[in-house]
């Protein structure tokens, strides 16, 4: 029973490591708001295991706070990633015709918008993960 | 309650904080393993749902032998509804500002249905803005 408990908190503790070493590399900033998310969840994990084991309700409405607010700041930095939800950034190479009718429609984006230039440069750089400057 | 029951109790209980303990773990590996965002999206809702469920259940049959209280039991029933509303929400906005500001492999995608749609949406578009 005493191995179990080990191997348990001992399961959570390396899957938080994965995540932060996730949060440190992440390509992207989603990325690293996703690896907040894991960490969250293993928190909560961390913390029923914890109750689990001293038998202990007093930290279950820590979890409640948690489940309540554990995903709005993937939904904040989601919205604050998104400038502009309505431009679209074309695939890399599916076809001919989706590719030319994205690039025609660029400078038709361009010419109301201020900011056209970022879809051009998603659309350069798409195949690979782009650096974020956060 | 007899002291066999107990020790059954706590072995199924045991059973389910293992294995959300696994899933949490093995979320964490895939962080690290997948290529892509949808594919750690992926990987990264299972500790979030059924690994959470799996502890709450382990940890409401933990607590049975030990509190009489049903508020208890209440606010586990509690955290997971809400874990099981909250999560669905931020994943698809996630996914929705990864693929609209092209932040995932295009290459590593099976079929790409959104991008046919965003397509004909395009040259209806087009076609109405050419008439």
């Known amino acids: ?134 | 309650m007899s002291d066999e029951f107990v020790q059954v109790l706590d072995w199924i209980a045991m059973l389910c904080l293992l294995a959300g303990a696994l899933l949490t773990l093995v979320a964490g590996i895939g962080l690290i393993r997948f290529p892509d965002l949808l594919s750690r999206m992926h990987t990264a809702a299972k500790p979030q749902v059924l690994g959470l469920l799996l502890v709450l259940v382990g940890l409401g049959i933990r607590l049975i032998p030990a509190e009489t209280n049903v508020f208890n039991i209440g606010t586990l029933v509690l955290v997971g509804l809400f874990q099981v509303v909250t999560i669905p929400v931020a994943g698809h906005i996630a996914a929705r500002v990864g693929y609209r500001s092209g932040r995932i492999r295009h290459d590593l995608l099976v079929k790409d249905a959104l991008a046919e749609r965003l397509a004909e949406k395009e040259r209806t578009q087009e076609a109405e803005r050419a008439e």
């Not at chain 1, 038998?55 to 709005?72: K, M, N, R, S, W």
């Not at chain 1, 993937?74 to 030319?100: L, M, N, W």
């Open chain 1, 1 to 134: 029973m005493t191995a179990l408990w080990i191997v348990i908190s001992v399961a959570l503790g390396v899957a938080a490591l994965l995540g932060t070493v996730r949060l440190f590399l992440g390509p992207s900033i989603l990325d690293r708001a996703l690896s907040v998310d894991v960490l969250v969840a293993s928190a909560m994990t961390g913390l029923g295991a914890y109750a689990a084991f001293n038998q202990d309700p007093t930290i279950l409405p820590t979890l409640l706070v948690l489940a309540l607010v554990g995903f709005t700041s993937s939904i904040s930095i989601s919205k604050f990633v998104a400038r502009r939800p309505e431009e679209y950034v074309p695939p890399q190479s599916t076809t001919d015709e989706t590719g030319t009718g994205a690039r025609q429609s660029a400078p038709a984006n361009g010419s109301d918008g201020s900011d056209g230039s970022g879809g051009s440069d998603g659309s350069n750089g798409s195949d690979a993960p782009e650096k974020e400057e956060s």
